[in-house]
C-alpha cells in the first residue's frame, strides 16, 4: 500500500522528517518497506532557470537554426544554437544549462553539454515545454510572463509536486489502516505516546445539499446479507474533462493513472477514506433502477477490461431493470461507467459482506483496490460520509447539481463490539506492568471509547471498522503496540521448557536418510507440487478423475497438483542435461495428492533418480555407467540403514517402468525402482537411460517407528568363507540361492553373496555360471572342518535336488 507524504499531512499538520515518520509507523505496526520520491516533473526542473534573449541571428551554416544570445543572470550572457520556429530577441525563455539533466516522455534522460552545431559553440538549450515535462507541445520553445526575473530557477515559477510516498506492507488485519485517514489516525495516537498532541483534519461536508430531485433512482437490495449497507445518489449537469493537477498530483505520486475528473474523484476518495465508490452513468441505468442481486449461473457479463465473464450463482451484482451493470465490489461492466459524454451519474457507496467479496474476486482472477479492501473489510459506518465527501468534490471538480436525496438502505445496524479488559491479564500478556492512564489514554486516541472503569479493568467500545478487535488479547496488543514494543524492558532470567521430541520424527529420519545420500554423491532437488495434466497420459497409474485441480491456476502448466514425483524429477534431469550435466544423482522428498470421490489424501514420498556414470572420469579408475544394480544398492543401503533388511522382492507393476522390482515388507510395500520407459524419457527429450526410485515414505516411516532393534556383543570367534562355482539353467536366479541357503542352515550361516557372474563359450547352451561365497560363524565357539564340511555337503545337495545345479 502506497501513502503520500504531502496527503498524509492533510489529515495532520506535522513537519517531522519522513524517515522519522518511517520509523514511528513501523513501530506501530504499519511496517515501512521502502520510500520513493515523487516529482510532478522528473527531476525536479533542476538546472533551468529564466533568460532573457537578447539577440537572435540566423545560424551562417544552417537555414533552420538560429544563434542567440541569452542572459541567465551570470557574468556573461551565453551562446546557445536554437531551432525553435518562434525564438526572438526580447523574450523571457526557460534555458537548461550545462549540466542539467532532461527527461524524454518516455522516461529517456539526456545531460546539457558544451556543444558545437554546424560549427557554432551552444552553452545550454532554451526549452519547449514537452521538454521540459510541463505539457505536450513541441511546436516551439516556451515563452514566459516578461515581468519574470532573469536567473529564478523555474521550479519556483511552476507549480511543481515533490512529495515522499511511503510503501507500506499491509498486514492482513489492519484493514482500517487501508487509506490515509485510517494511517494519520494511528499516527496520531503514535505521536501521542511521544508527547506530540495533533488534532486530527478530516474532510467536512457540511456544505453538501440537496439542489433538486429531478433525478430519482429506485434502489433495491434484494440480497441484503451481501450487501448490509448501500447508499446512492444523483448528480446532473457534470462535464467530464481532464482533472486538475493536484488532484493528478495525488493519484499518480501512489501510483494510479488520472482517468478524468469523475472517476477520479472516486478514486481520490477511495484512497483518502477507504471507502471504494462507483459511478454509474444515469443514462444507461434502465428504468431508472438499481437492484442488487445475485444471477443464475453462467449469466455472460462483459466487465470494463473487455472480457466476457460468466457468473456464478454467488456473485452479487448491480443491476438496472434489464441487465447487469457491476459485479459489486470489485469490477465494472463495459457498458455502464463514465464517459467523455457523460452528464449525468449515479454515485454509490456501500458496504459488502467481505467473504462474499472475496469469492467473487478471485473466481473471476481480478484484485482491484476496491476488492482489495471489501474483501478484508471496510468501516460500515464512513459510507454516507464518503458518499457526500465524493459528491461535493465531484460537483467541486465538473460542476453539476445533486439531483435527488441520498438512498441510504442500512436494515440492521452493524454494532460495535463490547470488550472487558483486565488489568491483571494485560499485565500478564505484555510482561510488563503499564499505567493505567496510559492504557485508557492509548485507547481514547485510538477512538476505542472507555465506557466504565474499575479498580480490575476497563469496559470498551470498539468501533466496528476495528473488526480484528473483538477479544481481550486484541485490545491488549493495541495497547501494546502503540506503547511500544520497545519499550518493554528484557528480565534477566530466561525461563523456557525442555519439549520431548521422538527420535523416530519425521525431519530426524529424513536427515538420516538425506546425508547417506549426499555422502554418495547425490544431490536434494525441490519441484514445484504444481503441474501440468498432460502428464497424467504418460501412466496408466494415473487417473484424471483423481487429479486434485487449482480453480484459478496462473496457467495450464500450473494446473493441478502432482499424482507422482517422477515427471518433476524428470523435468529437472532434462534441464541439467540439456546444460551438458549428464551425470546426475539427485533425490527429493515431496508430497503427492489424489481425489478419491468426495475425499482428498496426500503421501509422501522419496524419490531418487540415477543417470549417466557413476563418478567423474579419473584416470586411476575406469568409467562406470549407473546401472540397475547401482542404484539397487543406493537403495538396500537406505533400507538397511533403516533397520529395514527383511523385505521380500516382486515384481513392479508400473508402466512408467521398462524393468524394474518392488520392495516390500509384510503388506506394506515400502519402494518401487527400476529402468525409466524409454517412451516417458522421450516426452521430455531424454535420450540417455534414467534410474527411479519412489519409495512410500508414509509406509517406511511406519516401519521405522515399529522396528525393534536389537544389540549384541560382536563375536569373539572367526568367521569362516567357503566358495562354490555353480552351472545353472538361465531361469534361476541368485535370490533362488540365497533362499535355500537360508533355509539348509538357519544358526551358523550368516551371509550368502554373488561375486561372479559368466556366460559365454565352453558353457552348454541355456546355462551360466554363478560364482557363490557362503560365511559361517559360531558366536560360541570356533568351527571344525568336520562343522564346515557338512553344511557345505547339505547346501550342495539341494542345490543339485532343488535347482539342477553341478559344481564346476
Known amino acids: 500500500m502506497k501513502i503520500s507524504y504531502n496527503w498524509l499531512k492533510q489529515f495532520i499538520k506535522i513537519d517531522w522528517a519522513p524517515e522519522q515518520i518511517s520509523e514511528l509507523l513501523t513501530d506501530l505496526g504499519l511496517e515501512v518497506e521502502g520510500i520513493d520520491t515523487y516529482q510532478s516533473v ?350 461535493l468534490l465531484i460537483q467541486e471538480l465538473a460542476g453539476g447539481e445533486i439531483t435527488s436525496d441520498i438512498v441510504d438502505i442500512y436494515p440492521n445496524k452493524i454494532e460495535d463490539f463490547q470488550v472487558r479488559l483486565s488489568f491483571d491479564n494485560a499485565k500478564k500478556l505484555i510482561g510488563e506492568e503499564i499505567p493505567r492512564e496510559t492504557i485508557k489514554s492509548i485507547l481514547t486516541s485510538l477512538e476505542i471509547k472507555v465506557n466504565n472503569v474499575t479498580e480490575a479493568g476497563l469496559g470498551l467500545t470498539v468501533p466496528a471498522y476495528r473488526n480484528d478487535v473483538q477479544r481481550e488479547a486484541d485490545v491488549i496488543e493495541e495497547v501494546l503496540r502503540v506503547y511500544g514494543y520497545n519499550n518493554i524492558g528484557t528480565t534477566k532470567k530466561l525461563n523456557a521448557s525442555i519439549s520431548s521430541t521422538s527420535k523416530f520424527d519425521d525431519h530426524k529420519i529424513q536427515n538420516v536418510v538425506s546425508n547417506q545420500l549426499v555422502a554418495q554423491g547425490f544431490y536434494e532437488i525441490m519441484a514445484n507440487s504444481l503441474t501440468t495434466t498432460k502428464y497424467i497420459e504418460l501412466s496408466e497409474q494415473l487417473k484424471k478423475e483423481h487429479n486434485v485441480s487449482i480453480l484459478n491456476h496462473l496457467s495450464t502448466d500450473l494446473g493441478v497438483l502432482r499424482q507422482s514425483l517422477l515427471f518433476s524429477g524428470l523435468e529437472a534431469v532434462s534441464y541439467n542435461i540439456n546444460r551438458k550435466q549428464d551425470n546426475l544423482k539427485l533425490f527429493e522428498f515431496g508430497k503427492t495428492y489424489h481425489q478419491y470421490g468426495d475425499t482428498r489424501e496426500e503421501f509422501k514420498h522419496l524419490s531418487v533418480f540415477v543417470t549417466g556414470n557413476r563418478s567423474q572420469e579419473r584416470w586411476t579408475s575406469t568409467v562406470q555407467k549407473s546401472d540397475f544394480f547401482y542404484l539397487k544398492g543406493t537403495i538396500t543401503s537406505i533400507l538397511e540403514r533403516l533397520g529395514l533388511s527383511r523385505y521380500k522382492v516382486y515384481p513392479v507393476k508400473n508402466d512408467v517402468f521398462n524393468e524394474g522390482v518392488s520392495l516390500s515388507l509384510g503388506k506394506n510395500k515400502l519402494v518401487d525402482f527400476g529402468l525409466v520407459n524409454k517412451r516417458v524419457l522421450k516426452h521430455f527429450g531424454i535420450s540417455q537411460n534414467v534410474l527411479f526410485a519412489d519409495f512410500n515414505w508414509d509406509n517406511i516411516l511406519d516401519m521405522v517407528r515399529h522396528n525393534n532393534i536389537k544389540f549384541k556383543d560382536i563375536p569373539k570367534y572367526p568367521a569362516v568363507r567357503r566358495d562354490f562355482a555353480l552351472l545353472l539353467d538361465e531361469s534361476v536366479s541368485f535370490e533362488d540361492i540365497d533362499r535355500i541357503a537360508s533355509q539348509t542352515e538357519k544358526q551358523l550361516l550368516k551371509d550368502v553373496d554373488l561375486f561372479d557372474v559368466y556366460q559365454g563359450k565352453n558353457l552348454p547352451k541355456g546355462k551360466k555360471s554363478y560364482a557363490v561365497s557362503f560365511t559361517l560363524q559360531d558366536e560360541n565357539k570356533t568351527l571344525t572342518d568336520k562343522q564346515i564340511d557338512k553344511i557345505m555337503n547339505k547346501l550342495q545337495a539341494n542345490f543339485e535336488k532343488q535347482l539342477g545345479a553341478e559344481l564346476r
Open 42 to 391: 522528473k527531476g525536479g526542473l533542476e538546472g533551468v532557470v529564466v533568460g532573457e534573449v537578447l539577440t537572435c541571428k540566423k545560424h551562417p551554416n544552417a537555414d533552420k537554426l538560429k544563434v542567440t544570445t541569452v542572459n541567465v543572470g551570470g557574468d556573461e550572457p551565453l551562446q546557445i544554437v536554437c531551432g525553435a520556429p518562434n525564438v526572438a530577441a526580447g523574450q523571457k525563455v526557460p534555458v537548461a544549462t550545462i549540466g542539467t539533466t532532461l527527461y524524454s516522455p518516455e522516461g529517456e534522460s539526456w545531460k546539457i553539454k558544451k556543444g558545437k552545431i554546424r560549427g557554432e559553440e551552444s552553452y545550454g538549450m532554451i526549452c519547449a515545454e514537452d521538454e521540459l515535462g510541463l505539457g505536450q507541445s513541441h511546436d516551439g520553445i516556451m515563452v514566459l510572463d516578461e515581468d519574470l526575473k532573469v536567473g529564478t530557477p523555474c521550479a519556483d515559477i511552476f507549480d511543481i509536486e515533490n512529495d515522499h510516498v511511503f510503501e507500506i506492507g499491509l498486514t492482513p488485519n489492519r484493514a482500517d489502516a487501508m487509506s490515509h485517514l485510517g494511517t494519520a489516525r494511528d499516527l496520531k495516537a503514535g505521536l501521542l505516546q511521544k508527547d506530540v498532541n495533533l488534532e486530527l483534519i478530516t474532510p467536512s461536508v457540511s456544505s453538501f445539499r440537496v439542489d433538486n430531485r429531478m433525478l430519482k433512482m429506485d434502489v433495491d437490495v434484494i440480497n441484503k446479507d451481501l450487501a448490509p449497507r448501500y447508499c446512492g445518489v444523483t448528480i446532473n449537469g457534470l462535464k467530464v474533462k481532464e482533472s486538475p493537477s493536484w488532484l493528478q498530483n495525488r493519484l499518480k505520486a501512489i501510483g494510479l493513472a488520472p482517468i478524468n475528473n469523475i472517476v477520479d474523484a472516486t478514486n481520490y476518495v477511495l484512497h483518502e477514506l477507504g471507502q471504494p465508490l462507483h459511478a454509474f452513468d444515469a443514462v444507461k441505468i434502465s428504468g431508472n433502477k438499481v437492484e442488487i442481486k445475485t444471477l443464475k449461473k453462467g449469466t455472460k457479463f462483459v466487465t470494463l477490461d473487455g472480457v466476457e465473464r460468466e457468473l456464478h450463482e454467488d456473485d452479487l451484482m448491480i443491476c438496472d431493470a434489464e441487465k447487469p451493470m457491476c459485479i459489486a465490489g470489485v469490477f465494472g461492466g463495459e457498458h455502464s461507467g463514465v464517459t467523455e459524454t457523460t452528464t449525468s451519474i449515479f454515485l454509490e457507496s456501500a458496504y459488502f459482506n467481505p467473504v462474499s467479496i472475496r469469492k467473487s474476486a478471485k473466481r473471476h482472477g481480478l484484485n482491484t483496490d476496491a476488492s482489495f479492501r471489501f474483501e478484508r473489510g471496510i468501516d460500515p459506518n464512513v459510507t454516507e460520509y464518503a458518499l457526500k465527501r465524493a459528491a
